[in-house]
């Protein structure tokens, strides 16, 4: 059984969909409307369980969402069948090719970008974004920045816990290109915050060690740039937080058919 087969069932209790996301998301969907809300549509590549496609979905928005893994989808489909239809199993470069588009607004969440095998195929991936967005559409990608993180060292990330699930994760830079992604997920016994037990009062332990990619702000824009599509804004978060020396996230917003812009940062 995969590391995201067990998780599936927990991940929306460890991760639940950032209301600032679903906000901005939906603001840029209705920006320039005529015809209201639900006209425009929406794709999240690499959705998990699509809890923001269907938290956009009761908003009234027309949003669409695809993962790799069959297990994420099958959890999200499960938790709210309204919206099952709407989640299916797709690699993320394949947008283009979804039933529904072009479409107004797509989205790549989370630090989805850093497992893509290569920064080669990140170039790839969003030198195809301009297929899967009609003319003025919009882009919108977030990723983690680990330029502060010295090769060799590692830092943890805040423990994730729910009820009855933990989640402990760490980052280690290899090299200069690759940070390692190490994760236990804890199910059962004190794990959560009510401890949902798995036993007579045991935990089970689920580990897992993924290579992801080490990616520069400067490299997204540049690639965002090549592809045809215009930077508007370069944030620290989904509220237009302003980048800080220790901001590690990071959230871009592109569009096409405008006139280039530099998007002005950094790293």
Known sequence: ?????????????????????ASLLTA??????TSGPGQETLLDLGCGTGSLVTELCRRGENAWGTDRSSEMIAAGR?????????????AMEA????KEAPFALVSCLGNTLAHLSSHDEVRRFVAGLPTAVYPQGAVVLQFVVVSALAVGTSRHLPKLVAEGVSMSREYHRESPETIRFDATLTVGGA???????????KSQHHRTSQQLLVLETSEIVSMLQAAGLAVEAVTAGFS?????????????????GQILDTG???R
Request: proline residues 9%; aromatic residues 10%; glycine residues 10%.
């Open 240 to 256: 237009g937080e302003p980048l800080e020396p220790e901001s590690w996230v990071r959230v871009i917003t592109a569009r096409a």
């Open 28 to 33: 840029l969907l209705r920006r320039g409307q």
């Open 78 to 90: 499960q938790r709210d069948p309204r919206w099952a239809a709407r989640l299916s199993v797709a």
């Open 264 to 266: 002005g940062d950094e």
């Open 95 to 98: 947008a283009a090719a979804h």
């Open 191 to 201: 794990a959560g915050g009510v401890g949902v037990t798995s036993g007579p009062g």
């Open 1 to 21: 059984m995969s590391f995201y087969e067990i998780l599936a069932p927990w991940y929306d209790q460890l991760f639940p969909t950032d209301p600032a996301a």
